[in-house]
């Protein structure tokens, strides 16, 4: 390669991975392995090494992680929290020992620790106290996190026992597997797209602006670097064993995630033992890491300007296979989202045979740039869900179309729609379109909805076909002698239908919400606003600004809701389910003095209190004979209002000459 060649590909490696580096740090979208960037990686090094004439102080390889986001302060870190060289063979960890060893120590022990996938964090404490957590950023700052991370459960915000004055400890916050496919199953009950993976979810959930969200998905971590000044420890794995008699969270010795060695082979035998036991974790690992235990070795060796020398990350390598993409079919959710999905060419992959990969989007697929008959590469995105993570240009054939995103519904022929800011096209069709119709129906029988005994997803489809129910409601409208008919369909089965159908009458207020299918309204969301407004005339009546103000509420989620009522088919769905006799709204079974002090009075209660939570407010004043209402009218008696009452119900309450009333005056009325 000429001078004038190196400068070109020198200057078209620097933009690609500046490229991926953003996608990756910044979008949390990477669109390649680590495995490819860390190729070209290499490569780039090897040609700056060859011209550092056409090398650039801000090459990808002088630079650690990416640019910082506007959303968190940025911290200076009083340590660089510098990345890993990575490696992929033995051939290249006995070469890492060997650079050590000609340092001439005759003994050198080891550290071998898993590479957890998730987020580097830095947590500082002082005097045993919690105070500040940073992120990784480009290594020499990163964000402010502190509120986020102080949710985490396993990160202690007072220390116990003997811990210095002032460190900092290091590890990796991460999405534990069961949380993150709780979440997703959530998203999908909802009708919102589910998370790719725990990686990038993990990432954007501690950068979320309200720590009451991050708190609720269950992030996890391991720490396991300290730093500080004249630490008490000579060797690393000292130190992250004596952080556990802190309270800290460290990597488990018993089982392994934290091993000391003195040889090559003891590293060897730890790395083949997770290269194969990673699959049974209970949350994602990359690879292992590899440190220099002893402090004293360590700060002989350095640092790189990109890495430490006395560490090194062996990263494991994802299962690819190449197979022939030989149709996009088109699936339609019961909130009419349209996901595409790949028909392959039937592969062998991680133990399993792979035939379809979901392609999620028109703007992934857009990305992948696939034509008919194109050879694509297949990975398992987490060790389970197959992904095209690329095309095999060399064997696209000629004269081959691409593959354009559909225009129409493939169910129903219906035009399709892409809302502002979402990456997925839905069919609008809801009443009509079949796939929309049965996933409804199967929405609202599942088990965490009403959980109808005697009644499948099978069933459903062959009552929607016979034309015998076209919503939930006509469910409560079967007949005996109508189940007879269906093919299958002897009379036990046909009781037993019935009597499911009757028993989910008894199903409480919250669950029949969450069966109703409304966007973004899951199980959580449910009973927040089950139990903020008691009854479904309340929610239908709320206006938005009073659905914001109940926890977790947000505005997409009150915009839904709103819509939602505002359909009559709906209305009109929900007073057939009320004929029926299902339960909309909750049981109260509060002691009530009908001669208390708040006799005959209507209260609107607004607000945050100091003393007690809206809802003890309102028990309270049912106990006492009073009424609550949800929106303020000519008949409200008084407005109860806390801190950040909304101004629209302020301003009601002013034109209508309604007393506004504290916490202090309505205890005092009781």
Known sequence: MNRIEAQKRIEKLVEELNHHNHLYYIENKPAISDFDFDLLLVELQKLEEEFPEFSSENSPTKKVGGDITKKFDTVVHRYPMLSLSNSYSKEEIMEWENRIKKLGYEQIEYVCELKYDGVAIGISYQNGQFVRAVTRGDGVQGEDITNNVKTIKTVPLLLKGDYPDDFEIRGEIFFPLNAFHKLNEERKESGEAEFANPRNSASGTLKLQDSRIVASRGLDCFLYGIY????????HYDSVIKAKEWGLKIPF??????????????????????????????????????????????????????????????????????????????????????????????????????????????????????????????????????????????????????????????????????????????????????????????????????????????????????????????????????????????????????????????VSFERVLFALGIRFVGETVAKKLAKEFKSIEDIAFASEEELISVDEIGEKIAFSVRHYFAQEENRILIERLKNHGLQLSVSKEIEVDTNGNLKGKIFVVSGVFKQFSRDEIKALIEKNGGKNASSISSKTNFVLAGENMGPAKLQKANELGIPIISEEDFLKMI
Not at 228 to 235: C, H, M, R
């Open 228 to 235: 500080g000044e004249n630490l008490p420890f000579q060797t």
């Open 253 to 506: 010795p018993e089982k392994k995630y934290i091993y000391k060695t003195k040889s090559i082979d003891g590293i060897m035998d730890f790395i083949q033992y997770w290269d194969i036991e990673r699959n049974s974790l209970p949350f994602e690992i990359d690879g292992v890491v590899l440190k220099v235990n002893q402090y004293s070795i360590q700060n002989e060796l350095g640092f790189t300007a990109k890495s430490p020398r006395w560490a090194i990350a062996y990263k494991f390598k994802t299962e690819r296979v190449e197979t022939i993409i030989e149709w996009v079919s088109y699936q339609v959710g019961r909130t009419g989202a349209i996901t595409p999905v790949a028909n392959l060419t039937p592969v062998s992959l991680g133990g399993t045979v792979v035939k379809r990969a979901s392609l999620h989007n028109s703007d992934q697929m857009e990305k992948l740039d696939l034509y008919e008959g194109d050879s694509v590469y297949v990975e398992k995105g987490g060790e389970i869900i197959p992904k095209i993570v690329g095309v095999n240009l060399n064997k696209r054939k000629s004269n081959t179309e691409k593959i354009e995103f559909i225009s129409v519904c493939p169910e129903c022929n219906t035009t399709l729609t892409r809302n502002d800011g979402e990456a997925q096209h839905y069919c609008p069709n809801e009443k009509n379109c079949p796939p929309q119709i049965k996933g409804k129906i199967e929405h609202f029988i599942s088990r965490k909805a009403m959980n109808i005994d005697g009644l499948g997803n099978e069933t459903v489809d062959t009552l929607v076909s016979k034309g015998l129910i076209k919503n939930v409601a006509d469910l409560y409208e079967l007949h005996f002698d109508d189940l007879l008919k269906i093919e299958r369909m002897a009379e036990k089965s046909a009781n037993n239908l019935l009597k499911g159908v009757e028993e989910s009458k008894k």
